[in-house]
């Protein structure tokens, strides 16, 4: 059993422990990127996009800088911007509002189902618009939305369908991958995401060749030919460090999925009678990037928690419509019921796919005795 007394940390995610096991190939990839003397949209570069979008399923995958950067581009390289609107999820890392605000168009939320935590395919017809451009779905923490459902709106009145999937990558819904079902897809490399680089790095993937050209010319100044500009771009190009390191952690995704899964079979088995836990709807693969549990007395759950030197995490604490960066689209407290309720109960706890099963069972131990004491 393992034994805490030192109170030796167990945190959200131990990315040295992940190091350990392929700290060898990791090595010696980087050196293959320094010996090249190739350090900017490379041959490591060009190999990760096509394995990407061969793992999601998608025909084209065009790297760059961070997630962020990704879903700025996704919605430039399909024409959203000003004036235009884009229904997406209130209930979602400050980055998916963002990047909406940032090319232009206004944001528009839509509650969530409180199964899920994504957002609610039948709250979305009612928020279109003559000037909706399109709908930017959230796989939110590794929970692949509704997509059917979503595809069909979006078919109905002409939107377009972008997949926010940066804590997504290899969730599935009847076999079919994130990355591969709407118009365009994003995912972040950030260093705690299932895949992970060792700094900031991004994908965008898409079925559909003009718009992958499109994202090639934009995250290079809007450039196809050097120093020939046809349009206004940004800097956002994959390095071959993060892109080298990526191609070996790729081919280990799967495994720490699995591993990922089977913590969180755990902690269901463990909690499923005392508080709200993941819900997994049929046919769909959940990755986990995050395990949540809701309860009334979450801000009490963390504190003794951490009194253990247990790690938890708030995702997330605010809203985005009650954000005060949105305060200008006079959204106000109340018009997002679920989302508001979520916020105020959820709690992450340690999920990666190191996770002994020692120091799971003294989080899980804790966590009971917490809720069997009813403080």
Same mark, same amino acid.
């Given at each position: 059993m393992f034994?805490?007394? =030192?109170?030796?940390?167990?945190?959200?995610?131990?990315?040295?422990? @992940?190091? %350990?096991?392929?700290? +060898?190939?990791i090595i010696e990839t980087l050196g293959d990127v320094l010996d090249s003397g190739e350090y900017i949209l490379g041959e490591k570069g060009e190999k990760l996009e096509k394995a990407i979008a061969k793992y999601v399923g998608a025909s084209y995958g065009a790297g760059?800088?961070?997630?962020?950067?990704?879903? @700025?581009? +996704?919605?430039?390289?399909l024409n959203v911007g000003d004036g235009d609107e884009v229904i997406t999820t209130p209930f979602?890392?400050?980055?998916?509002?963002?990047?909406?605000?940032?090319?232009?168009?206004?944001?528009?939320?839509?509650?969530?189902? @409180? @199964?899920?935590?994504?957002?609610?395919? $039948?709250?979305?017809?009612?928020q279109i618009t003559e000037k909706t451009k399109a709908i930017l779905v959230v796989h939110l923490y590794g929970q692949i939305a509704r997509m059917k459902e979503i595809i069909d709106i979006a078919k109905k009145y002409n939107l377009k369908v972008i997949e926010d999937a940066c804590q997504a990558i290899g969730a599935e819904d009847d076999r079919k991958r994130v990355g591969s079902i709407g118009d365009i897809a994003c995912f972040s490399f950030f260093p705690s995401k299932n895949l992970g680089a060792f700094g900031d790095a991004g994908m965008i993937t898409t079925n559909q060749k003009k718009v992958y050209e499109q994202i090639c010319k934009l995250r290079n100044h809007g450039s196809k030919e050097k120093y020939y500009h046809s349009s206004i771009g940004m800097n956002s190009r994959l390095d071959e460090f993060q892109a080298a390191i990526l191609?070996? =952690?790729?081919?280990?995704?799967?495994?720490?999925?699995?591993?990922? #899964?089977?913590?969180?079979? #755990?902690?269901?088995?463990?909690?499923?009678?005392?508080? =709200?836990?993941?819900?997994i709807p049929n046919n769909k693969a959940h990755t986990f990037h995050q395990y949540c549990i809701e309860l009334d007395k979450r801000d009490e759950l963390a504190l003794?928690?951490?009194?253990?030197?247990?790690?938890?995490?708030? %995702?997330?604490?605010?809203?985005?419509?009650?954000?005060?960066?949105?305060?200008?689209?006079?959204?106000?407290?109340?018009?997002?019921?679920?989302?508001?309720?979520? $916020?105020? #109960?959820?709690?992450?706890?340690?999920?990666?796919?190191?996770?002994s099963i020692q120091k799971q069972e003294y989080v899980i131990e804790k966590v009971l005795n917490f809720l069997n004491s009813g403080l």
């Open positions: 034994n805490n007394n =030192k109170l030796t940390p167990i945190p959200m995610v131990d990315l040295k422990e @992940e190091l %350990y096991l392929i700290r +060898s190939p760059v800088a961070n997630g962020t950067d990704a879903l @700025e581009l +996704s919605l430039k390289a979602t890392f400050f980055a998916t509002g963002e990047a909406i605000a940032q090319v232009g168009a206004t944001p528009v939320f839509v509650d969530i189902e @409180e @199964e899920t935590y994504n957002i609610d395919p $039948a709250k979305i017809e009612e191609l070996i =952690k790729l081919s280990y995704l799967d495994i720490f999925l699995h591993q990922r #899964r089977e913590v969180a079979r #755990r902690y269901t088995d463990n909690f499923k009678e005392f508080v =709200k836990s993941p819900v003794e928690l951490r009194n253990y030197g247990i790690a938890s995490a708030i %995702y997330y604490p605010i809203p985005l419509h009650l954000q005060q960066a949105f305060h200008y689209l006079e959204y106000k407290e109340g018009d997002f019921p679920i989302a508001e309720k979520v $916020a105020n #109960r959820i709690l992450a706890l340690p999920i990666y796919p190191m996770l």
